[in-house]
T-cell receptor
Framework: AQKVTQAQTEISVVEKEDVTLDCVYETRDTTYYLFWYKQPPSGELVFLIRRNSFDEQNEISGRYSWNFQKSTSSFNFTITASQVVDSAVYFCALSETTGNQFYFGTGTSLTVIP | ETGVTQTPRHLVMGMTNKKSLKCEQHLGHNAMYWYKQSAKKPLELMFVYSLEERVENNSVPSRFSPECPNSSHLFLHLHTLQPEDSALYLC??????????????FGPGTRLTVT
Protein backbone atom coordinates (compact mmCIF):
# COMPACT_ATOMS: atom_id res chain seq x y z
CA ALA A 1 0.00 0.00 0.00
CA GLN A 2 1.13 3.52 -0.71
CA LYS A 3 2.47 5.36 2.28
CA VAL A 4 1.65 8.71 0.74
CA THR A 5 -1.32 9.17 -1.57
CA GLN A 6 -1.89 12.16 -3.76
CA ALA A 7 -5.13 11.29 -5.49
CA GLN A 8 -5.13 14.32 -7.78
CA THR A 9 -2.84 13.58 -10.70
CA GLU A 10 -3.42 16.82 -12.60
CA ILE A 11 -5.21 20.04 -11.73
CA SER A 12 -5.80 23.10 -13.90
CA VAL A 13 -6.99 26.40 -12.51
CA VAL A 14 -7.34 29.87 -13.87
CA GLU A 15 -5.01 32.50 -12.47
CA LYS A 16 -6.19 34.04 -9.17
CA GLU A 17 -8.27 31.02 -8.25
CA ASP A 18 -7.55 29.17 -5.01
CA VAL A 19 -6.49 25.54 -5.26
CA THR A 20 -6.04 22.79 -2.69
CA LEU A 21 -3.72 19.84 -3.19
CA ASP A 22 -4.61 16.78 -1.16
CA CYS A 23 -2.21 14.46 0.64
CA VAL A 24 -3.12 11.41 2.70
CA TYR A 25 -0.47 9.41 4.51
CA GLU A 26 -0.21 6.15 6.35
CA THR A 27 2.15 5.34 9.21
CA ARG A 28 2.26 3.44 12.48
CA ASP A 29 4.95 5.65 13.94
CA THR A 30 3.89 8.13 16.60
CA THR A 31 6.70 10.47 15.63
CA TYR A 32 6.94 11.33 11.98
CA TYR A 33 7.43 14.27 9.66
CA LEU A 34 5.50 15.51 6.68
CA PHE A 35 6.83 17.61 3.83
CA TRP A 36 5.74 19.39 0.70
CA TYR A 37 8.05 19.93 -2.26
CA LYS A 38 7.59 21.82 -5.51
CA GLN A 39 9.15 20.60 -8.75
CA PRO A 40 9.07 23.25 -11.49
CA PRO A 41 9.81 22.32 -15.11
CA SER A 42 13.54 22.81 -14.45
CA GLY A 43 13.43 19.57 -12.45
CA GLU A 44 14.85 20.66 -9.11
CA LEU A 45 12.65 19.79 -6.13
CA VAL A 46 12.24 22.78 -3.86
CA PHE A 47 11.48 22.29 -0.17
CA LEU A 48 8.35 24.16 0.94
CA ILE A 49 7.47 23.01 4.44
CA ARG A 50 8.07 20.41 7.16
CA ARG A 51 5.68 19.53 9.98
CA ASN A 52 6.23 17.06 12.80
CA SER A 53 3.49 14.80 14.05
CA PHE A 54 3.10 16.66 17.32
CA ASP A 55 2.37 20.01 15.77
CA GLU A 56 -1.09 20.19 14.25
CA GLN A 57 -1.20 23.94 13.96
CA ASN A 58 -2.02 25.10 10.50
CA GLU A 59 0.62 27.22 8.86
CA ILE A 60 0.42 30.12 6.48
CA SER A 61 3.28 31.50 4.43
CA GLY A 62 2.21 34.22 2.06
CA ARG A 63 -0.20 32.68 -0.44
CA TYR A 64 0.57 29.17 0.80
CA SER A 65 -1.18 27.44 3.67
CA TRP A 66 -1.12 23.93 5.04
CA ASN A 67 -3.81 22.03 6.91
CA PHE A 68 -2.52 19.09 8.99
CA GLN A 69 -5.19 16.80 10.46
CA LYS A 70 -4.00 13.67 12.27
CA SER A 71 -7.57 12.41 12.66
CA THR A 72 -7.83 11.97 8.90
CA SER A 73 -4.09 11.43 8.24
CA SER A 74 -4.09 14.34 5.84
CA PHE A 75 -1.72 17.18 5.14
CA ASN A 76 -3.33 19.37 2.50
CA PHE A 77 -1.76 22.32 0.76
CA THR A 78 -3.68 25.39 -0.42
CA ILE A 79 -2.46 28.06 -2.78
CA THR A 80 -4.50 31.25 -2.60
CA ALA A 81 -4.82 33.55 -5.62
CA SER A 82 -2.78 31.22 -7.82
CA GLN A 83 -0.23 32.60 -10.25
CA VAL A 84 1.30 31.19 -13.42
CA VAL A 85 4.60 30.72 -11.58
CA ASP A 86 2.85 28.23 -9.31
CA SER A 87 2.63 25.80 -12.23
CA ALA A 88 4.69 22.79 -11.19
CA VAL A 89 4.44 19.29 -9.83
CA TYR A 90 3.89 19.24 -6.08
CA PHE A 91 4.98 16.31 -3.95
CA CYS A 92 3.93 15.38 -0.47
CA ALA A 93 6.35 13.23 1.53
CA LEU A 94 6.52 11.33 4.78
CA SER A 95 9.57 10.59 6.92
CA GLU A 96 9.27 7.93 9.56
CA THR A 97 11.66 7.82 12.48
CA THR A 98 11.96 4.05 12.21
CA GLY A 99 13.72 2.60 9.20
CA ASN A 100 15.30 5.74 7.80
CA GLN A 101 12.76 5.98 5.03
CA PHE A 102 11.46 8.91 3.10
CA TYR A 103 8.26 8.26 1.14
CA PHE A 104 7.06 10.48 -1.66
CA GLY A 105 3.63 10.60 -3.20
CA THR A 106 3.24 10.40 -6.96
CA GLY A 107 2.80 14.14 -7.21
CA THR A 108 0.08 16.51 -8.40
CA SER A 109 0.74 18.45 -11.56
CA LEU A 110 -0.70 21.92 -11.22
CA THR A 111 -1.23 24.15 -14.25
CA VAL A 112 -2.25 27.73 -13.70
CA ILE A 113 -3.78 29.22 -16.82
CA PRO A 114 -3.30 32.95 -17.37
CA GLU B 1 19.90 27.31 -6.41
CA THR B 2 19.57 24.90 -3.52
CA GLY B 3 23.28 24.38 -2.90
CA VAL B 4 23.30 20.94 -4.50
CA THR B 5 24.81 20.55 -7.95
CA GLN B 6 24.73 17.58 -10.27
CA THR B 7 26.69 16.75 -13.39
CA PRO B 8 26.05 15.95 -16.10
CA ARG B 9 22.54 17.30 -16.55
CA HIS B 10 21.85 14.99 -19.46
CA LEU B 11 23.44 11.65 -20.31
CA VAL B 12 22.81 9.20 -23.11
CA MET B 13 24.57 5.87 -22.80
CA GLY B 14 24.49 2.48 -24.41
CA MET B 15 23.82 -0.65 -22.43
CA THR B 16 27.49 -1.65 -22.45
CA ASN B 17 28.87 1.72 -21.36
CA LYS B 18 30.20 2.71 -17.97
CA LYS B 19 29.49 6.21 -16.74
CA SER B 20 29.29 8.08 -13.45
CA LEU B 21 26.95 10.71 -12.09
CA LYS B 22 28.36 13.31 -9.74
CA CYS B 23 26.71 15.25 -6.96
CA GLU B 24 28.18 17.95 -4.77
CA GLN B 25 26.56 19.78 -1.88
CA HIS B 26 27.74 23.13 -0.52
CA LEU B 27 25.49 23.18 2.54
CA GLY B 28 27.67 21.50 5.14
CA HIS B 29 25.22 18.60 5.41
CA ASN B 30 26.10 15.17 6.77
CA ALA B 31 23.70 13.01 4.78
CA MET B 32 23.32 12.50 1.04
CA TYR B 33 20.84 10.55 -1.05
CA TRP B 34 20.27 9.19 -4.54
CA TYR B 35 16.73 8.99 -5.92
CA LYS B 36 15.31 7.69 -9.17
CA GLN B 37 12.34 9.50 -10.68
CA SER B 38 10.46 7.68 -13.43
CA ALA B 39 7.34 8.94 -15.14
CA LYS B 40 4.10 8.26 -13.27
CA LYS B 41 5.90 6.66 -10.31
CA PRO B 42 6.84 7.99 -6.88
CA LEU B 43 10.41 9.01 -6.31
CA GLU B 44 12.37 5.92 -5.36
CA LEU B 45 15.03 6.23 -2.71
CA MET B 46 18.08 4.29 -3.92
CA PHE B 47 20.87 5.00 -1.45
CA VAL B 48 21.42 6.91 1.76
CA TYR B 49 24.80 7.97 3.09
CA SER B 50 25.37 9.46 6.51
CA LEU B 51 28.84 10.75 7.38
CA GLU B 52 30.15 8.89 4.33
CA GLU B 53 28.80 5.53 5.52
CA ARG B 54 26.04 3.83 3.55
CA VAL B 55 23.05 3.34 5.81
CA GLU B 56 20.37 2.32 3.36
CA ASN B 57 20.24 0.38 0.12
CA ASN B 58 16.73 -0.24 -1.06
CA SER B 59 17.45 -3.41 -3.01
CA VAL B 60 18.92 -1.54 -5.92
CA PRO B 61 20.42 -3.67 -8.72
CA SER B 62 24.19 -4.03 -8.57
CA ARG B 63 24.57 -2.24 -11.90
CA PHE B 64 24.19 0.91 -9.79
CA SER B 65 27.16 1.46 -7.49
CA PRO B 66 27.33 4.48 -5.17
CA GLU B 67 30.42 6.09 -3.77
CA CYS B 68 30.71 8.76 -1.10
CA PRO B 69 34.35 9.83 -0.68
CA ASN B 70 33.46 12.67 1.71
CA SER B 71 30.40 14.37 3.09
CA SER B 72 30.26 16.86 0.21
CA HIS B 73 30.49 14.50 -2.74
CA LEU B 74 28.41 11.60 -3.93
CA PHE B 75 28.80 9.51 -7.06
CA LEU B 76 26.62 6.98 -8.78
CA HIS B 77 28.59 4.62 -11.00
CA LEU B 78 26.61 3.03 -13.80
CA HIS B 79 27.43 -0.06 -15.83
CA THR B 80 25.55 -2.41 -18.13
CA LEU B 81 22.29 -0.53 -17.65
CA GLN B 82 18.95 -1.50 -19.14
CA PRO B 83 16.53 0.72 -21.08
CA GLU B 84 14.15 0.70 -18.09
CA ASP B 85 16.84 2.49 -16.09
CA SER B 86 16.18 5.60 -18.16
CA ALA B 87 14.93 8.20 -15.68
CA LEU B 88 15.77 11.39 -13.85
CA TYR B 89 18.33 10.72 -11.12
CA LEU B 90 18.17 13.15 -8.26
CA CYS B 91 20.70 13.77 -5.56
CA UNK B 92 19.74 15.30 -2.24
CA UNK B 93 21.36 16.23 1.03
CA UNK B 94 20.14 16.92 4.54
CA UNK B 95 21.65 18.02 7.78
CA UNK B 96 21.33 14.53 9.21
CA UNK B 97 19.74 11.26 8.20
CA UNK B 98 16.14 11.12 7.17
CA UNK B 99 14.85 9.51 10.32
CA UNK B 100 15.52 12.66 12.28
CA UNK B 101 13.08 14.55 10.12
CA UNK B 102 15.41 16.95 8.42
CA UNK B 103 14.27 18.34 5.10
CA UNK B 104 16.23 17.35 2.05
CA UNK B 105 17.64 19.72 -0.51
CA PHE B 106 17.70 18.47 -4.06
CA GLY B 107 19.93 18.99 -7.05
CA PRO B 108 18.54 19.59 -10.54
CA GLY B 109 18.95 15.96 -11.53
CA THR B 110 20.61 14.06 -14.34
CA ARG B 111 18.31 12.98 -17.14
CA LEU B 112 19.61 9.55 -18.14
CA THR B 113 18.65 7.81 -21.35
CA VAL B 114 19.82 4.24 -21.92
CA THR B 115 19.76 3.17 -25.56
Amino acid sequence: AQKVTQAQTEISVVEKEDVTLDCVYETRDTTYYLFWYKQPPSGELVFLIRRNSFDEQNEISGRYSWNFQKSTSSFNFTITASQVVDSAVYFCALSETTGNQFYFGTGTSLTVIP
Amino acid sequence: ETGVTQTPRHLVMGMTNKKSLKCEQHLGHNAMYWYKQSAKKPLELMFVYSLEERVENNSVPSRFSPECPNSSHLFLHLHTLQPEDSALYLCASSQEETGLGYEQYFGPGTRLTVT
